[in-house]
């Protein structure tokens, strides 16, 4: 049985590692994707490292997450592990639906494997418009936008997205602001070292393990 509610002295906030807005590479359209601390599973050459540990990130009370998703498309779950916070996050969730927005959700677990699951995260897996499924496995090669290797899969799982809004899209946006690197997408690990390394060198700050594989 896959744990709902790995914080349970956080819940029924959010045990959050990191916020942003990103464009394309986290599901169709602009997002505010939702980096939740925690993974209990280590897949060799996760770019999320440190998103994985189960401590306590930033608690976060999911209707102030709300009123920042004016004018954008929906939110994008990702991690660490969503789905170990899956208790708060379907309430939340199901908010962002209730204003016409849709929801993303990368996990590590497959869809069969997620419904199995009774209770919250079946609650969840309700809410969901798009899930990403499955561990990222490095011996694969990429597989498009969304898909860092190609065991994983895009589900539809409502048709409030339409398929055609998935292709196109970057497979990768890097940001920089301020002096400050990040990246969310399917960057091979080599090639992301490589590029931030360079920045690394140009005397860049690089925000590491931003990336939006489940
Ligand atoms: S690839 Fe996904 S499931 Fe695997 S350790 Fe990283 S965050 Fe967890």
């Known amino acids: 049985m896959i744990p709902a509610n790995l914080y349970p002295d956080v819940y029924p906030h959010l045990n959050v590692a990191d916020v942003d807005i990103v464009t394309g ?4 359209g602009r997002r505010l994707v939702v980096w939740l601390q925690g993974c209990l599973k280590r897949c060799p050459g996760c770019a ?8 306590r990130g930033e608690p976060v009370a999911w209707p102030t997450l709300l009123a920042r998703l004016d004018g954008l498309d929906g939110v994008t779950l990702s991690g660490g592990e ?3 916070q899956a208790a708060a996050l379907a309430p939340f969730a199901a908010a962002v639906r209730l204003r016409g927005q849709t929801v993303v959700c990368y996990s590590g677990y497959t869809l069969a494997e997620l419904r199995a699951e009774p209770g919250a995260i079946a609650r969840l897996l309700a809410q969901v418009d798009l899930l990403i499924d499955g561990e990222y496995q490095g011996d694969l090669p990429r597989a498009g936008a969304y898909r860092p290797s190609a065991n994983q899969h895009v589900h539809l799982l409502t048709d409030r997205i339409p398929a055609g809004a998935c292709t196109g899209n970057p497979d990768t946006v890097i940001r920089i602001r301020r002096g400050r690197v990040s990246q969310t ?3 091979p690990a080599a090639v992301r070292a490589a590029v931030f390394d360079r920045l690394a060198a140009a005397g860049i700050r690089v925000r590491r393990g931003e990336r939006t594989d489940a």
């Not at 999320?48 to 401590?55: Q, S, W, Y």
């Open 25 to 28: 590479a986290a599901g169709p």
């Open 48 to 55: 999320n490292g440190p998103f994985l540990a189960e401590r």
């Open 82 to 84: 969503p789905v170990l």
């Open 185 to 187: 997408g399917t960057l």
